[in-house]
């Protein structure tokens, strides 16, 4: 067979026993490379139960560790086996226990067949990478990375603020261009072998071995030195979030992993029965050759690391909370706000409404009660007009008016004679907030009360004032 | 005030422009300015008391009518 | 800190005496096992659904504390081969709720599992929780390095009386209780403990708006990846160590979270409502309780026309009362 499967395996036993009886049943020979850290009764139970395969080898263990060298000297060893002992194989595919051929096998070997002289890896030089963990991009090839980052983070860090501090900078051999991609690939023996045999291995070995990440690079760097065809993609279906860490595949992904153009996926959760059926047994029904639509794949894991990093603008829940400069927004939406217009038009807000489609409230804080549009008692996402429930919290009460609003312009009149404190800043600094103020209107409507002239005046006095203070805060924030 | 009451329609279209965002047709029709017969006394009365009413903008009480002198505060839009 | 959770340790060590042991079945608790521990008095009728909902969603072993029922809630356990069950006629109020008792019990048998702890009428919902079992998110937990899952409370309540429609044991309380409100809630942090103070929902907006401070508080961190070294403090709102309780994003993003369906609402509501009265042993002193029995006497509708029916988590997450987080 001309396909040769190596498979890194560390958990999900049986699943990973399922894949490559899987890819045995159509002639593929496999390679595993079980990590060190595994209990050795699994280990052996795992040996004995794929006993029974002709085409199976096992190699040297080597301990597995995210970020360490352990991973490359693991694959080293697979692919040395497996290019030594199935001289038939042409191209070998490197996968791990919880990855998931999406494709019948046979097409795999049909797309290869095509391409014998392509290598598919990842390969791109760190100014094109778009990820970065932990902000290292070129550091990781200038600097020494002795220390484990997941258990000695104390280290990590500190030898490599030391190394900064003293301007250290290593020498990279033979002036090899680093590059960088998914460790999931499929190389040609040949590419694979001039890698394996080179000279100047134990040079790159060494070099490599204190790297940060260097599976991440190490094949990716050399299969350039050796290739004569190189496609820059996995044949894998790999996507990460936001911390750098594969995503999982669920049931519920299935009609999505239908649309992959890729022959492999992975991460799949180990209980996932149903993509196991489907993909293992069912193969001619699940793909019936979909038309591949990648894209729908990335929109979805590209919102969701979104929908981590920045979240939705003017929403404040249980597990958003951004403290006072982080909100990216205070509010959701647009929305008005009118001073002094109801006072000087007898029927502004019906107007407004009429001529806006907005919805138009009164004072929504007024001290006795909101007045919301239309005399309602409560709002949309049950807000009560209650004035002390509102002043609580007032920017909540803003803030979850508009949100639950979304879709709908908002609009509604404020005044000296509101209840504006501890919101008055918020709605000044709020860009969303269009607000229009007509200075001194608000003696309208004293004009028109029947009380005493006494009261009046020294009311009046009381609201000018207020309404002065509110229009320096408004000019300050608008120069 | 006085100032919005000499000239009101093009403050008011310019703010309903932006609420709408696409909608540049004329206003139809104005919303109806509440009877301010008596308003430029009160004003004055105000005065009378002790108080210094400045926010509302110039109100000459023989002429009944909104005068503006000197620049006052406009209508804000913010934006 | 460290003070505040070495106490609340010894208090949960002095109150483990009150609790005797009904059925012990925790020697099938396996390596892995997914652990509910819930206190409960007189929850008889609801006690079905409750079991049947938490096994389907993959829960493999209850450790629950009987508060002294007598109405058959005991027996009917006792008789679960995948229930641990403890009796105790202590005060519920002097052991802070419940909290001390199931502290110890967390203690005891919770070290190195994901234990959520709730009440027999809150129903976990969490993003995805109808195509993905709880071992899913856990599992997901466990690879992005997080040891706890906040979920807020949602009063559910029902159109119309509150006594109009009885429940029946088995029956999805969802289906009388179906609806809740879905955006008038204030959020705040505590400082000392770091967690987010939660109010609102239909129980502010009828029986407190006059005084919404003493609103009940709906935060909650029901799922966590107990050790021995953690304590609840007050019911399930707050934990020790306090970095626990950032179960939420302060720089503008969402981390993930679910909710707690709360069915307390139901034909059942009034009857306890009641004997809380007399026994004393609620919050506040039963401040809240006083208020519901007034409240409901006259007008025991908390429907508006505002509130929404529930439908599925979805519903909720575009509402923004939860979040899927980085989860997809």
Same mark, same amino acid.
């Given at each position: 067979?001309?396909?040769?499967?190596?498979?890194?395996?560390?958990?999900?036993?049986?699943?990973?026993?399922?894949?490559?009886?899987?890819?045995?049943?159509?002639? /593929?020979?496999?390679?595993?490379?079980?990590?060190?850290?595994?209990?050795?009764?699994?280990?052996?139970?795992?040996?004995?139960?794929?006993?029974?395969?002709?085409?199976?080898?096992?190699?040297?263990?080597?301990? /597995?560790?995210?970020?360490?060298?352990?991973?490359?000297?693991?694959?080293?060893?697979?692919?040395?086996?497996?290019?030594?002992?199935?001289?038939?194989?042409?191209?070998?595919?490197?996968?791990?226990?919880?990855?998931?051929?999406?494709?019948?096998?046979?097409?795999?070997?049909?797309?290869?067949?095509?391409?014998?002289?392509?290598? *598919?890896?990842?390969?791109?030089?760190?100014?094109?990478?778009?990820?970065?963990?932990?902000?290292?991009?070129?550091?990781?090839?200038?600097?020494?990375?002795?220390?484990?980052?997941?258990?000695?983070?104390?280290?990590?860090?500190?030898?490599?603020?030391?190394?900064?501090?003293?301007?250290?900078?290593?020498?990279?051999?033979?002036?090899?261009?680093?590059?960088?991609?998914?460790?999931?690939? $499929?190389?040609?023996?040949?590419?694979?072998?001039?890698?394996?045999?080179?000279?100047?291995?134990?040079?790159?070995?060494?070099?490599?071995?204190?790297?940060?990440?260097?599976?991440?690079?190490?094949?990716?760097?050399?299969?350039?030195?050796?290739?004569?065809?190189?496609?820059?993609?996995?044949?894998?279906?790999?996507?990460?979030?936001?911390?750098?860490?594969?995503?999982?595949?669920?049931?519920?992904?299935?009609?999505?992993?239908?649309?992959?153009? $890729?022959?492999?996926?992975?991460?799949?959760?180990?209980?996932?029965?149903?993509?196991?059926?489907? *993909?293992?047994?069912?193969?001619?029904?699940?793909?019936?050759?979909?038309?591949?639509?990648?894209?729908?794949?990335?929109?979805? *894991?590209?919102?969701?690391?979104?929908?981590?990093?920045?979240?939705?603008?003017?929403?404040?829940?249980?597990?958003?909370?951004?403290?006072?400069?982080?909100?990216?927004?205070?509010?959701?939406?647009?929305?008005?706000?009118?001073?002094?217009?109801?006072?000087?038009?007898?029927?502004?807000?019906?107007?407004?409404?009429?001529?806006?489609?907005?919805?138009?409230?009164?004072?929504?804080?007024?001290?006795?009660?909101?007045?919301?549009?239309?005399?309602?008692?409560?709002?949309?996402?049950?807000?009560?007009?209650?004035?002390?429930?509102?002043?609580?919290?007032?920017?909540?009460?803003?803030?979850?008016?508009?949100?639950?609003?979304?879709?709908?312009?908002? $609009?509604?009149?404020?005044?000296?004679?509101?209840?504006?404190?501890?919101?008055?800043?918020?709605?000044?600094?709020?860009?969303?907030?269009?607000?229009?103020?007509?200075?001194?209107?608000?003696?309208?409507?004293?004009?028109?009360?029947?009380?005493?002239?006494?009261?009046?005046?020294?009311?009046?006095?009381?609201?000018?004032?207020?309404?002065?203070?509110?229009?320096?805060?408004?000019?300050?924030?608008?120069? | 005030?006085?100032?919005?009451?000499?000239?009101?329609?093009?403050?008011?279209?310019?703010?309903?422009?932006?609420?709408?965002?696409?909608?540049?047709?004329?206003?139809?029709?104005?919303?109806?300015?509440?009877?301010?017969?008596?308003?430029?006394?009160?004003?004055?009365?105000?005065?009378?008391?002790?108080?210094?009413?400045?926010?509302?903008?110039?109100?000459?009480?023989?002429?009944?009518?909104?005068?503006?002198?000197?620049?006052?505060?406009?209508?804000?839009?913010?934006? | %800190?460290?003070?505040?959770?070495?106490?609340?340790?010894?208090?949960?060590?002095?109150?483990?005496?009150?609790?005797?042991?009904?059925?012990?079945?925790?020697?099938?608790?396996?390596?892995?096992?997914?652990?509910?521990?819930?206190?409960?008095?007189?929850?008889?009728?609801?006690?079905?659904?409750?079991?049947?909902?938490?096994?389907?969603?993959?829960?493999?072993?209850?450790? %629950?504390?009987?508060?002294?029922?007598?109405?058959?809630?005991?027996?009917?356990?006792?008789?679960? !081969?995948?229930? +641990?069950?403890?009796?105790?006629?202590?005060?519920?109020?002097?052991?802070?709720?419940?909290?001390?008792?199931?502290?110890?019990?967390?203690?005891?048998?919770?070290?190195?599992?994901?234990?959520?702890?709730?009440?027999?009428?809150?129903?976990?919902?969490?993003?995805?929780?109808?195509?993905?079992?709880?071992?899913?998110?856990?599992?997901?937990?466990?690879? +992005?390095?997080?040891?706890?899952?906040?979920?807020?409370?949602?009063? %559910?309540?029902?159109?119309?009386?509150?006594?109009?429609? !009885?429940?029946? !044991?088995?029956?999805?309380?969802?289906? =009388?209780?179906?609806?809740?409100?879905?955006?008038?809630?204030?959020?705040?942090?505590?400082?000392?403990?770091?967690?987010?103070?939660?109010?609102?929902?239909?129980?502010?907006?009828?029986?407190?708006?006059?005084?919404?401070?003493?609103?009940?508080?709906?935060?909650?961190?029901?799922?966590?990846?107990?050790?021995?070294?953690?304590?609840?403090?007050?019911?399930?709102?707050?934990?020790?160590?306090?970095?626990?309780?950032?179960?939420?994003?302060?720089?503008?993003?969402?981390?993930?979270?679910?909710?707690?369906?709360?069915?307390?609402?139901?034909?059942?509501?009034?009857?306890?409502?009641?004997?809380?009265?007399?026994?004393?042993?609620?919050?506040?002193?039963?401040?809240?309780?006083?208020?519901?029995?007034?409240?409901?006497?006259?007008?025991?509708?908390?429907?508006?026309?505002?509130?929404?029916?529930? =439908?599925?988590?979805?519903?909720?997450?575009?509402?923004?009362?939860?979040?899927?987080?980085?989860?997809?």
């Amino acid at each position: 067979m001309s396909v040769g499967i190596i498979m890194l395996v560390h958990t999900a036993f049986d699943r990973a026993e399922q894949v490559a009886r899987h890819w045995a049943a159509s002639g /593929c020979p496999i390679v595993f490379h079980v990590d060190e850290n595994v209990q050795d009764h699994a280990y052996h139970a795992f040996v004995s139960a794929m006993s029974d395969l002709e085409d199976v080898r096992f190699v040297k263990r080597h301990r /597995c560790e995210w970020g360490t060298w352990g991973l490359v000297a693991a694959t080293q060893a697979a692919s040395e086996k497996m290019l030594q002992d199935f001289p038939d194989v042409r191209h070998v595919y490197l996968t791990s226990g919880a990855c998931l051929p999406l494709r019948p096998v046979q097409e795999l070997f049909d797309y290869l067949d095509e391409r014998p002289h392509t290598d *598919f890896i990842e390969s791109a030089t760190t100014a094109d990478v778009p990820w970065t963990v932990g902000g290292l991009d070129r550091e990781r090839f200038l600097l020494r990375f002795p220390f484990s980052w997941r258990r000695q983070r104390f280290l990590f860090d500190a030898y490599v603020k030391f190394q900064r501090l003293v301007g250290y900078k290593r020498k990279i051999p033979n002036g090899i261009v680093p590059h960088m991609g998914s460790q999931w690939w $499929c190389l040609t023996r040949q590419t694979l072998s001039a890698i394996l045999e080179d000279p100047e291995r134990k040079r790159y070995d060494r070099y490599f071995s204190k790297v940060w990440i260097p599976d991440e690079s190490y094949f990716a760097t050399l299969s350039r030195l050796y290739s004569r065809q190189i496609e820059s993609r996995s044949l894998t279906l790999s996507k990460f979030d936001y911390q750098g860490k594969p995503h999982m595949f669920y049931d519920d992904h299935l009609q999505l992993l239908r649309r992959s153009d $890729c022959f492999v996926a992975r991460k799949i959760w180990p209980f996932a029965n149903r993509l196991y059926d489907a *993909f293992l047994t069912d193969q001619e029904g699940a793909m019936k050759r979909t038309e591949p639509n990648p894209a729908k794949i990335d929109r979805i *894991f590209a919102k969701a690391v979104d929908r981590r990093t920045r979240g939705r603008r003017g929403l404040y829940m249980q597990s958003r909370f951004p403290a006072e400069g982080r909100e990216n927004g205070v509010t959701c939406a647009p929305y008005s706000v009118f001073e002094g217009f109801s006072d000087l038009f007898e029927n502004f807000e019906p107007w407004l409404a009429k001529t806006t489609g907005a919805r138009v409230h009164g004072h929504l804080f007024a001290p006795d009660r909101v007045e919301f549009s239309d005399g309602q008692t409560v709002m949309n996402g049950a807000l009560s007009d209650s004035a002390k429930l509102r002043d609580y919290n007032k920017l909540a009460f803003l803030t979850s008016l508009i949100w639950n609003t979304r879709g709908e312009r908002q $609009c509604f009149q404020l005044g000296p004679m509101d209840e504006i404190e501890d919101i008055e800043w918020d709605i000044t600094k709020d860009p969303n907030a269009q607000i229009s103020v007509i200075t001194g209107a608000w003696a309208v409507g004293l004009f028109k009360s029947n009380r005493n002239f006494a009261d009046i005046r020294k009311e009046a006095a009381r609201l000018q004032q207020i309404e002065s203070t509110h229009l320096n805060a408004l000019r300050s924030e608008w120069a | 005030m006085a100032e919005f009451i000499e000239a009101p329609m093009e403050p008011l279209q310019t703010i309903i422009d932006e609420i709408g965002k696409t909608r540049r047709k004329a206003l139809a029709e104005a919303p109806k300015l509440t009877d301010l017969t008596g308003f430029p006394q009160f004003l004055q009365s105000l005065k009378n008391q002790g108080m210094h009413p400045y926010l509302m903008g110039d109100f000459a009480i023989d002429a009944g009518m909104p005068e503006s002198q000197e620049p006052k505060p406009k209508p804000y839009l913010i934006k | %800190m460290r003070w505040r959770r070495k106490y609340a340790k010894m208090r949960a060590y002095r109150k483990h005496f009150a609790l005797r042991s009904v059925a012990d079945n925790t020697g099938s608790i396996r390596t892995g096992d997914i652990l509910l521990f819930s206190t409960f008095r007189n929850e008889n009728v609801r006690l079905p659904y409750f079991l049947d909902y938490y096994r389907r969603l993959g829960v493999s072993h209850f450790l %629950m504390v009987d508060n002294d029922s007598d109405d058959g809630g005991r027996q009917y356990l006792s008789g679960q !081969p995948d229930v +641990s069950l403890w009796t105790t006629k202590a005060s519920y109020r002097r052991s802070r709720f419940g909290v001390d008792w199931l502290n110890w019990l967390q203690r005891r048998y919770g070290h190195g599992h994901w234990c959520l702890t709730v009440d027999p009428d809150e129903l976990f919902v969490y993003p995805f929780c109808d195509t993905r079992p709880i071992r899913a998110l856990t599992d997901w937990l466990d690879t +992005s390095s997080v040891r706890s899952f906040g979920a807020m409370l949602l009063d %559910m309540y029902p159109k119309g009386r509150l006594d109009a429609v !009885p429940y029946r !044991p088995g029956q999805d309380p969802i289906e =009388i209780a179906a609806w809740f409100d879905p955006g008038n809630y204030v959020i705040d942090r505590n400082p000392s403990y770091w967690n987010l103070w939660i109010q609102g929902g239909p129980r502010a907006r009828v029986f407190f708006h006059d005084l919404p401070k003493k609103a009940p508080a709906l935060n909650k961190i029901p799922l966590v990846k107990w050790d021995k070294r953690y304590a609840y403090v007050s019911s399930t709102h707050t934990l020790l160590p306090r970095g626990l309780n950032l179960t939420y994003d302060q720089w503008g993003g969402e981390k993930a979270s679910g909710v707690l369906l709360h069915t307390k609402f139901l034909s059942t509501f009034s009857e306890k409502a009641e004997e809380e009265l007399i026994r004393k042993q609620h919050y506040s002193g039963s401040v809240e309780y006083k208020a519901y029995a007034e409240k409901i006497e006259k007008d025991p509708d908390l429907w508006c026309n505002w509130s929404e029916k529930y =439908i599925n988590w979805r519903q909720l997450e575009i509402l923004g009362l939860m979040s899927k987080g980085n989860w997809a």
